[in-house]
């Protein structure tokens, strides 16, 4: 029986089978490349938002820190009524060329039900400035964009209320605007306007 040796690929058959695995390679790299390049283009794109709002915020704390350096600024000290929790301490910062007050609030834990109000006090009108929303800690800082007429502003109020809506009173005369909210609840903390 004559011997069987095993056959010799022809060379060009080598040089194609080689060329296929080249090509396959040259695909998975560069399907890998693609997959990355697709990745880091959403990452880029993710911190380029980042940076946009974190640029936003920092302008709009720009704005705000110019009420303290303001010639014109105006503090409050804040003093607790006999109704008031003797924790509670209260600051505000007004700046009356832009209208914009900042008050910071610590230790307002309101009792269950209840809400601290904040109000603007215009010769002896009051003005709801918004419900005092605190950490759990009873810590706020709280942003006013406008005070009112800084000229008859004379102080301002936090009123302990209970939580719930806030419905507009009816107006008196058809036509007219509807009278001013008062405090319904007592008044916790005054804060004088000085210099």
Not at 140 to 158: N, Q, S
Request: net charge neutral; charged share 20%.
């Amino acid at each position: 029986m004559p011997e069987m040796r095993p056959q010799k690929p022809a060379p060009g058959a080598l040089i194609s089978y080689a060329g296929w695995v080249v090509a396959v390679a040259f695909l998975v790299v560069l399907l890998l490349a693609h997959s990355r390049a697709t990745r880091a283009k959403s990452e880029l794109s993710r911190v380029q938002g980042q940076v946009t709002g974190l640029t936003r915020d920092l302008a709009a704390e720009r704005r705000w820190s110019v009420i303290l350096s303001s010639p014109s600024m105006r503090t409050a000290n804040f003093t607790r009524t006999a109704d008031a929790d003797p924790g509670l301490r209260a600051r505000a910062v007004l700046d009356p060329g832009s209208r914009r007050a900042v008050l910071v609030f610590e230790n307002f834990k309101a009792p269950d039900g209840h809400v601290y109000e904040l109000w603007a006090l215009h010769g002896v009108t009051p003005a709801s400035l918004g419900r005092i929303r605190t950490d759990p800690g009873g810590s706020a800082v709280v942003r006013i964009e406008d005070v009112g007429d800084p000229g008859d502003l004379t102080a301002f109020t936090i009123s302990l209320e209970v939580d719930g809506p806030t419905a507009p009173l009816p107006s008196a005369v058809p036509g007219e605007a509807p009278p001013a909210r008062e405090p319904a609840g007592p008044i916790v903390m005054i804060g004088s306007l000085g210099g």
